[in-house]
């Protein structure tokens, strides 16, 4: 009996060395359990950073779109109307080439005038000067008949 006893007090010895290897084992895989959650939630506080930064990247893509819609907007509206005063600038300096041409002529018709009665009045004055110098060079009528000598 005693070497019974002395059996089972072995065997229970050698059942606390295996229970305690074994809570070592665990205790130290607790620790690097413990190590790998603390790691984890770093990297959680980090993806968790990275997700309002993306939100924020998102944030700020939407506005840049949105002032580019504008800008396109603004640049299409700009692009009409330049190309509405270059075909204005056009047809108005056609206009004033015509009409310019319309003053030139109608400058030239008034000159025209003018010397057409300059010229008339210069020809009038030569027809009365030629008869007045036809009527100087003509001789004297001569006198005949009463006077004897």
């Known amino acids: 009996m ?5 059996m089972d ?5 050698d059942t606390v060395r295996k229970i305690e290897a074994q809570l070592s084992q665990v205790t130290g895989e607790k620790v690097e359990l413990v190590a790998k959650v603390r790691a984890l939630e770093g990297e959680r506080a980090k993806l ?17 779109e949105a ?3 504008e800008i396109k907007a ?7 109307k330049v190309a509405a005063l270059i075909k204005e600038k056009e047809a108005l300096l056609k206009t004033i080439e015509e009409l ?15 010397l ?3 010229v008339k009045e210069l020809r009038e004055e030569e027809k009365s000067l030629r008869e007045k110098l036809e ?6 009528p001569e006198v005949t008949g009463g006077q004897s000598g």
């Open 67 to 69: 002032e580019f819609m």
């Open 135 to 140: 009527k100087v060079a003509q001789p004297a």
């Open 74 to 80: 603004k640049k299409a509206e700009l692009e009409e």
């Open 9 to 13: 007090i072995k065997g229970a010895m």
């Open 116 to 118: 057409e009665t300059e």
């Open 100 to 114: 310019k041409s319309q003053l030139e002529a109608k400058d030239l018709e008034t000159k025209a005038q003018e």
């Open 2 to 6: 005693v070497e019974k006893r002395e």
């Open 48 to 64: 968790l950073d990275d997700v309002e930064t993306l939100k924020s990247v998102a944030r700020t893509i939407k506005m840049l």
